[in-house]
């Protein structure tokens, strides 16, 4: 009855293509290839996006098990991301889970993309003294910002989750894109405005925020209101952007940054909840982490920050949620198909 359970997960749902292998809820291996070909359009270009995935998918996967010196026939199920995200990407991870799954006569798993970013943070990891690092206990709160979402999720177990709030138009990580396009940064704009923003004064300028009543949130706003803002200081001054780049950066960086902590302050006080996580790849953004900490200790919150490789899309995560539903027994039909929407 205590048999080994090894799962083979695959990520494809944006411009990442990651394949994980997990034993007995332990991350063996977490291989992926970034999609270079996007940069010098200024976003992810969702028809070449699935074909890269489609040029990637077969030597990640293979050297995914070939670090985990896992064989095929070692495996007891396969899990994939079945959405949300770009339709033709997903297909690809889709597909090739099915199809891997009928050859070995394994079960399927079909895995949340958002519900794993949350899962992320049961991926066992080890202090220096070996010991485990704390994981958040439930019911807790995780604010889950990404290039495609931006939640805050009431996880009241597992696998049962409640958004309580979200955006109403862009989510964070498009601001931070979109307003590092202005400053004609390349894609992804996030990681470098927060470089840039290391060296500057967060207080140099303000923008104006867009309130939202209750807990969700608005950034198509801020992303205009920078607009408006440099092309007025261009006109006076050509060189502003290349002159102010550190403290612009870190002042769009600080705006972004208050209008996530003052949601989830107000989330947290609503629920009384005080195990506070973030995830996704806008977690990796060190202004946001530094104020979780802070808040954190200012309102004796336990605060959970995963390890960046966690933060961005990856497939440990995906074999992580995927273990929840082994354990459960739930698997998905030859049947299913991705989705490119939240249902
Ligand atoms: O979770 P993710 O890898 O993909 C989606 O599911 O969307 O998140 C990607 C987003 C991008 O918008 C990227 O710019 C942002 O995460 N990002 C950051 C940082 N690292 C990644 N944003 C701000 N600061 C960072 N350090
Ligand atoms: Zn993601």
Redesign the pocket.
């Known amino acids: 009855m205590n048999k080994d359970c090894v799962l083979l997960a695959i990520e494809s749902?944006?411009d990442e293509t990651s394949a994980a292998v997990l034993k007995n809820g332990e991350i063996l291996s977490n291989l992926i290839a970034n999609q270079q070909i996007h940069a010098q359009y200024g976003g992810v270009v969702p028809e070449l996006a699935s074909r890269e995935h489609q040029k990637n998918i077969v030597p990640v996967v293979s050297e995914a098990l070939k670090k985990a010196q896992v064989q095929l026939h070692d495996l007891n199920a396969v899990a994939f991301t079945q959405g949300p995200g770009l339709m033709g990407s997903l297909l690809v991870g889709t597909s090739f889970a099915k199809g891997l799954a009928l050859a070995l006569h394994l079960p399927l798993i079909e895995v949340n993309?958002?519900e794993a970013?949350v899962l992320a943070h049961f991926i066992p990891e080890y202090l220096p003294d070996g010991t485990l690092k704390p994981q958040p206990k439930l019911p807790f709160l995780c604010l889950t910002v990404?290039?495609?979402?931006t939640q805050i999720v009431l996880v009241k177990d597992y696998l049962s989750m409640e958004i309580i709030g979200e955006t109403q138009d862009d989510a964070v990580g498009e601001a931070f894109d979109k307003t590092a396009k202005l400053l004609g940064l390349p894609y992804p704009g996030g990681p470098l405005i927060d470089k840039y923003a290391q060296h500057g004064n967060p207080h140099a300028f303000t923008f104006a925020k867009t309130t939202m009543p209750n807990l969700d949130f608005s950034f198509s706003g801020i992303k205009t209101a920078i607009l408006y803002f440099l092309q007025s200081q261009t006109q006076k001054n050509p060189q502003f952007i290349q002159e102010h780049l550190a403290d612009i950066c870190a002042s769009i960086q600080k705006t972004l940054v208050d209008m996530l902590m003052a949601k989830l302050i107000q989330a947290a006080e609503q629920s009384n909840i005080k195990q506070i996580a973030i995830a996704?790849?806008v977690a990796a953004n060190s202004a946001l982490r530094q104020a979780l900490q802070k808040e954190g200790q200012a309102r004796e919150w336990q605060v959970f920050i995963p390890k960046l490789e966690y933060c961005?899309?990856n497939a440990a995560m995906i074999a992580m949620a995927a273990y929840f539903k082994y354990q459960k027994g739930l698997f998905a039909s030859q049947r299913t198909s991705p989705y490119a929407r939240l249902q």
């Open positions: 749902s944006c993309h958002l970013h990404s290039g495609g979402h996704g790849g961005t899309d």
